[in-house]
């Protein structure tokens, strides 16, 4: 009887590329861990330099490393976050004073920062989807588990929120779809536009991604029972950091 041919066996980087997630994945290597060198790989394995690059390029491009210029290569393990497209914006959520990111988060700890609050003349795509040339205008950046993840810039219109919490920092339990609730505009519909791209520069700085990391761009607009626009959100999310889920009946 014919015996199987034995497979050949892998590629040494292949291998090395095999060990180095194995630590990673049983959490011998913790996010944030610097992973050996190439002149470490060299001396271990009795490998050219060329073969260590590509065992740490295959973690990288599977995206459980990133490189750091003049640095060296590092563990990124992130649990991704699960965006849940409608249970997010439900209005339970937020009339109950709870906020868009409770649902997203699931008891994980995240921020806020780089808040800025300003009133301006509306780019031409959101005067267009708010009928309105005037806006408040709310920019911040989120981070969960101390990893900024997303940005986002919202617009409403200015006569809508003009001196209501809308135009502070704090807008209170429920955030601006409560107060917006509170003003007799409470949102009923959203229509979103999902899109992949590479950040622009400023991006890439304040979401700290790795090279060649994409993101995803969400712009949102929300609208009363009534169809008046109430806001329009552009988002900006690490796209290594997310899991978007929709759910639809036939």
Known sequence: MQQSPVPPEPP?????ADGLREAILSGDLQDGDRLPGENALMVQYGIARATARQALSVLINEGLAVPKRGSGVYVRQFRPIRRHGSRRLSREQWERGQ??????????????DDVNIDRETAEEFVARALNSTEV????RR????????????????????EDTPITQENTGPGGVYARLGDLGHAPA??????RARMPHPHETVQLDLPAGTPVIAIARIAYTAAGVPVEVNEMVLDSASYVLQYDFDS
């Open 99 to 112: 906020a868009i990111w409770d649902s997203d988060t699931r008891g994980r700890p995240y921020t806020v």
């Open 12 to 16: 040494i980087y292949r291998r090395i």
């Open 136 to 139: 408040w205008v709310r920019r």
């Open 142 to 161: 989120y981070s969960v588990d101390g990893r900024p993840v997303q940005l986002a810039v919202s617009h409403f219109p200015a006569d809508l929120v």
């Open 189 to 194: 519909h959203f229509t979103e536009e999902v």
